[in-house]
């Protein structure tokens, strides 16, 4: 009875290491300084980056278009970037930002911003503009 079992454990020996070495040839597992696909990198120096700053600037604009067309006193005011990261999907960027804003009031708070931007795009589409 103990030959009946030995083809079946050999199958699952040679199953497993066929699974480690195919997981090991891709990359899964092994620790790697650049994302995978569909990963959110961080941007580094988002402080001095011109072009994440007005694309934030940009975020705050849209949302006030949006929120406050009719009322011209209640609007937010732009503040600083606090994090930035950025996914490359379908040929733009998508565009992770931490915003730092003051309402009318002086009350300061953190919004969480989406922005879309495609290839040579200086503005990008504001998707979701949501408290922190």
């Known amino acids: 009875m103990e030959n009946s079992t030995f083809p079946c454990s050999l199958f699952l020996l ?18 790697s300084p650049s994302p995978g696909p569909g ?4 941007t580094t120096h ?4 011109k072009e994440i700053e007005d694309l934030a600037k940009s975020c705050v604009d849209q949302y006030n278009t949006r929120m406050y067309s ?3 006193t209640l609007k937010l005011v732009y503040g600083k970037v606090v994090e930035a990261a950025v996914q490359s999907v379908s040929g733009f960027n998508k565009y992770y930002l931490k915003i730092n804003v003051t ?30």
Do not use: C, R
């Open 14 to 31: 040679l199953t497993i290491l066929t699974l480690i070495s195919f997981h090991q040839v891709n990359g899964a597992g092994s620790p």
């Open 39 to 42: 990963g959110q990198p961080k």
């Open 46 to 49: 988002v402080k001095v980056n």
């Open 70 to 72: 009719d009322i011209k």
């Open 103 to 132: 309402y009318p009031d002086k009350t300061p708070k953190t919004f969480n911003a989406v922005s879309a931007v495609k290839p040579g795009g200086k503005t990008g589409e504001l998707e979701t503009f949501t408290l922190s």
